[in-house]
């Protein structure tokens, strides 16, 4: 009766535990996370589920404490001190913003950045190599996939000249990139001009300036308060029956026309893996900045007919993900 009874404990033990990734065992330690970013969404979706992989689930061995700028980037200074306050273990910040107002808030705890295009560029790390300091995490490559970007575009839509580029100024990446693709304009004979928008309301003026008598396509350089307001941008887009071009999936998921970039699940999957490294005690300055390998073409066709273009075959041939 005692092996039918340990076998009956067994059998639940394995029902009732989630199971982790190959390889991975849970920490004994409770980890207390601290997340900065902007709204919340996809990318904290992507975060808890990566965390699940490599053995944290809340409730359990893992508490998050998220803090939210709300497309307000005078928010993020206090509410990275509020967060550096309590304290947590590790500090992950969404943006070069979030990222900066962490890194000022507070030098001991660990940070761990992400959806930042050049780190080095941002005053973040000293290298990505050997970051130094309390700061490590993901690099996008959003400066270095910029030109890139463009040259899709144009790929896509081979009569647009005139490119309207929405970019956040306080965003250190965004003048950066804007150059990287002026540089790949001129080889395209293509002719650019930068719309800024801080906030919110800069950005309904910004939007109600594209028109198809002004630009012939826009181009959004990617940040959070532009991401967190894609609904918006897209519908307004639609409307000036304009065609964009995005970073993430998930513009093209909302709507919009055409993305390349990053793959969240990608981006969350590595800042997961420094966050489990660092709980179980490994230096933020030791672990080397790492860089996405997987970058995804996503074309929304259900937005490319309603705006009456005809996709290169060749295009759509080396997409991720064709949206019909």
């Known amino acids: ?23 991975q065992q849970p920490t004994g330690k409770r980890a207390r996370i601290g997340y900065l970013g902007d709204i919340p969404g996809p ?24 803090r939210w700028g709300e497309g307000k980037g ?7 001190a509020e967060l550096a306050r309590l304290p947590v273990d590790v500090l992950i910040a969404a943006g070069a913003q979030a990222s900066r107002a962490a890194k000022r808030a507070t030098n001991t705890i660990p940070i761990v950045v992400a959806h930042v295009g050049d780190p080095v560029a941002a005053g973040l790390v000293a290298s990505l190599a050997r970051p130094g300091g309390n700061v490590t995490g993901v690099s996008v490559m959003g400066v270095e996939l910029s030109g890139k970007q463009l040259a899709l575009l ?11 580029v ?9 003048e950066q990139a804007f150059r990287v693709m002026e540089s790949t304009a001129r080889a395209l004979d293509m002719r650019l001009r930068s719309v800024e928008a801080r906030g919110a309301e800069a950005l309904e003026r910004a939007l109600v ?34 065609p964009a071009a995005y970073m993430y999936r998930e513009w093209a998921d909302a709507g919009g026309f055409m993305t390349y970039g990053a793959s969240l699940r990608e981006v969350y999957g590595r800042v997961a893996g420094l966050v489990d490294k660092i709980v179980r005690g490994t230096n933020a300055a030791d672990l080397p900045v790492e860089q996405i ?4 073409l996503v ?4 937005t490319a007919k309603a705006l009456g273009l005809t996709i290169p075959q060749t295009l759509l041939q080396r997409a991720d993900q064709v949206i019909e």
Do not use: C, W
Request: charged letters at 20%; glycine letters at 4%; hydrophobic letters at 45%.
């Open 1 to 23: 009766m005692r092996l039918i009874g340990l076998a009956v404990v067994l059998t639940l033990s394995l029902i009732l535990v989630p199971p982790v990734a190959d390889g």
């Open 43 to 66: 990318f904290t979706e992507a975060l808890r589920q990566s965390l699940h992989e490599v053995g944290y689930f809340e409730g359990r061995n893992l508490a998050i404490e998220y």
């Open 74 to 80: 005078e928010r993020l200074p206090v509410l990275a």
């Open 293 to 296: 390998t997987r970058i995804e």
């Open 209 to 242: 300036s594209f028109t198809p008598a002004h630009i012939d396509a826009l181009f959004v350089l990617q940040d959070p308060l532009f991401f967190s307001h894609r609904s918006r941008i897209v519908d307004s887009v639609a409307q000036s029956r304009l």
């Open 299 to 302: 074309i929304n066709m259900k």
């Open 154 to 164: 144009k790929e896509a839509v081979p009569r647009i000249s005139r490119v309207a």
């Open 166 to 174: 929405l970019l956040n100024p306080t965003n250190p990446g965004a």
